[in-house]
């Protein structure tokens, strides 16, 4: 991360450049502010001529205006600088997510967002703070200092003892700091994660009376937050003391030793009252931007891009495995745990898919359906065993969407043109492969209402409902050209007619479909049907289950009464319609 940090600054040195220029140009009052000031007094109203007098405060008016103009032309500069390091971070944030082992089961990735959200945001602002301010103290400070040796070298010592020591003291700080400010991070992130969860499962919530447990446990994450906000706070108030007596002590000693060091014609008046505007309107105000904005800015973005680190790691890019040898799906021993969790939820499974087969998953919720359509196609690698399409493993091929399609039971719209949405598996396919696609599916009517494939889509699918959204989805994964189709509860926002409708389009399209089922009468619909259970995986036609697993048996027998006219004995392969279904 740090190279990548490191990295995206420095492709903007054009732009580190101007910035330079800037800042030279935006100190220029720092340099000269007292060197004029001691002119102005020793030249000028001591000697009796106030006209030069003036004449120096006006040059010094005049370097403030051109001090004031370099930092205006800092900020227009700044954007050109840290935009690009935004977007570098946001890729690689995005990266992490999609590679991670073990991505949240249900619901969003809420620590995800609260990355991109607060994290890279935190990186870009303190970077954009430090460039602005910190540059501005080190320009600053270093051009106070080198006017005051220039008109009162005599002072340089005592006035950078408690400099010296203030700064000690604040770098002794910041282990604790960072310690803290790491802590109210993570803290940011667990209250995101909490509040995602419940929001996205909000219906459910109240559906079971959990209102009370949700609000414990929000409450719980904010009074955590809370705390780790106040210790953040309580140090950096112990931090801004000891930088602001850093800022005061030289100033108390300057007007101290100043009217001594005049007596004895070390200094004159003009280089004493020079010293002090040096001190006062230079060195103090940059030590003061150091306790306030420069310290808490390094602390928050070396904490943030420790987290971004933490959390984007992508596994090295495996070699290019070629094409398979076939559309044949090949699970061998495979195994999968989320987590620490004792149990897998895929255990030692064996399962060929020879090219056509239409196969039903069905079994409880929560049983490990989802992740079974995961691996087989290739979004999350087995802990044992193997996927092989082809011979090649699915996570290993290059071009997978040509190959396997996911239909989740989210479904993804994005925002654009219909047409857009449709053709993202098959970039450059005609207007007819796609409109086919879209009546294929059922959804004709959706078509026709947003006013054809040029119909603009709103961001996170405004203005459609569930079952449009997921016929969207069906209709891109039906004009890919992919050999296998998973449908994982794909149809769940359908009403059983269409839902019908869309997996015959599947079953009659060609390759390979898996159907991870909503409605038991996907079952009855497919070739062989795969349970699982918890304690067994089974698999068989719907007629071999019906007879030989009871658990199977009971779940068609539950569901039979809301399906008038099915029966245990319904053929699976019979294509007339089933009645009460379709």
């Known amino acids: 991360m740090r190279r990548l940090y490191w990295g995206a600054l420095s492709g903007q040195w054009r732009g580190g450049l101007v910035l330079l220029?800037?800042?030279?140009?935006?100190?220029?009052?720092?340099?000269?502010?007292?060197?004029?000031?001691?002119m102005a007094v020793n030249s000028g109203f001591a000697a009796g001529r106030p006209g030069l007098g003036i004449t120096w405060l006006a040059v010094f008016g005049l370097a403030s205006f051109t001090g004031a103009f370099g930092s205006r032309l800092v900020w227009r500069q700044l954007g050109k600088v840290v935009e690009p390091l935004r977007d570098a971070l946001v890729t690689a944030v995005v990266r992490g997510v999609l590679h991670d082992p073990a991505p949240p089961r249900n619901g969003p990735d809420a620590s995800g967002v609260a990355r991109i959200t607060q994290h890279v945001e935190v990186v870009r602002d303190a970077t954009g703070g430090l460039l602005v301010q910190a540059r501005a103290m080190v320009v600053t400070t270093a051009a106070a200092i080198a006017g005051l040796v220039t008109i009162a070298g005599s002072l340089v010592l005592p006035v950078a003892v408690p400099v010296v020591l203030a700064l000690v003291g604040f770098a002794a700080l910041l282990p604790s700091l960072a310690r803290r400010q790491r802590a109210?991070?993570?803290?940011?992130?667990?209250?995101?994660?909490?509040?995602?969860?419940?929001?996205?499962?909000?219906?459910?919530?109240?559906?079971?009376?959990?209102?009370?447990?949700?609000?414990r446990k929000v409450d719980q994450a904010v009074t955590e937050q809370a705390a780790a906000a106040v210790r953040v706070a309580r140090s950096g108030a112990l931090r801004t003391l000891i930088v602001s007596l850093g800022g005061f002590a030289p100033l108390v000693l300057a007007l101290a030793?100043?009217?001594?060091?005049?007596?004895?014609?070390?200094?004159?008046?003009?280089?004493?009252?020079?010293?002090l505007v040096y001190l006062a309107t230079s060195m103090q105000p940059a030590l003061r931007g150091l306790a306030s904005t420069a310290s808490i800015v390094v602390l928050r973005l070396l904490v943030a891009l420790r987290r971004i680190s933490e959390t984007t790691e992508v596994p090295e890019p495996?070699?290019?495995?070629?094409?398979?040898?076939?559309?044949?799906?090949?699970?061998?021993?495979?195994?999968?745990?989320?987590?620490a969790a004792p149990e897998p939820v895929v255990r030692d499974l064996d399962l060929e898919l020879p090219p056509g087969e239409h196969l039903a998953v069905v079994g409880p919720s929560g049983i490990g359906k989802s992740t079974l359509a995961g691996l087989l196609t290739g979004l999350l690698d087995p802990q044992h065993g193997r996927v092989l399409l082809g011979g090649i493993p699915v996570g290993e091929l290059t071009d997978r969407p040509r190959h396997v399609v996911l239909v989740p039971q989210q479904a993804y719209v994005f925002a654009g043109t219909l047409r857009d949405n449709l053709a993202l598996f098959c970039a450059g396919a005609t207007d007819e492969h796609l409109t086919t696609a879209v009546e294929a599916v059922g959804a004709g009517a959706l078509l026709e209402r947003l006013g054809g494939l040029d119909g603009e889509l709103g961001h996170g699918a405004e203005g459609l409902s569930a079952g449009e959204a997921q016929l969207i989805a069906l209709a891109r994964a039906y004009a890919a050209p992919a050999g296998i189709a998973v449908l994982d509860e794909a149809t769940s926002a359908l009403d059983p007619a269409a839902e019908v409708r869309a997996e015959r389009a599947f079953a009659t399209r060609g390759g390979t479909l898996v159907v991870i089922a909503h409605r038991l009468s996907s079952a009855i619909r497919a070739?062989?049907?795969?349970?699982?259970?918890?304690?067994?995986?089974?698999?068989?036609?719907?007629?071999?289950?019906?007879?030989?697993?009871p658990h199977y048996a009971e779940m068609m027998r539950a569901w039979l009464p809301s399906t008038p006219g099915v029966t245990l004995s319904t053929n699976p392969l019979d294509d007339r319609p089933v009645t009460g279904i379709r």
């Open 527 to 549: 070739h062989r049907v795969l349970l699982l259970d918890g304690q067994e995986t089974l698999l068989g036609s719907h007629r071999e289950l019906v007879a030989t697993a």
């Open 318 to 339: 495996r070699p290019a495995a070629g094409d398979p040898e076939g559309s044949g799906l090949t699970v061998r021993g495979l195994s999968f745990r989320w987590g």
């Open 184 to 215: 109210l991070t993570l803290s940011d992130e667990r209250t995101s994660a909490a509040i995602g969860s419940i929001v996205g499962g909000v219906r459910d919530v109240v559906a079971c009376g959990a209102e009370p447990v949700a609000a």
């Open 257 to 275: 030793l100043a009217p001594s060091m005049v007596a004895r014609g070390e200094l004159t008046a003009g280089a004493a009252l020079g010293a």
């Open 21 to 38: 220029a800037c800042s030279v140009l935006e100190g220029l009052p720092a340099f000269f502010s007292g060197r004029l000031v001691e």
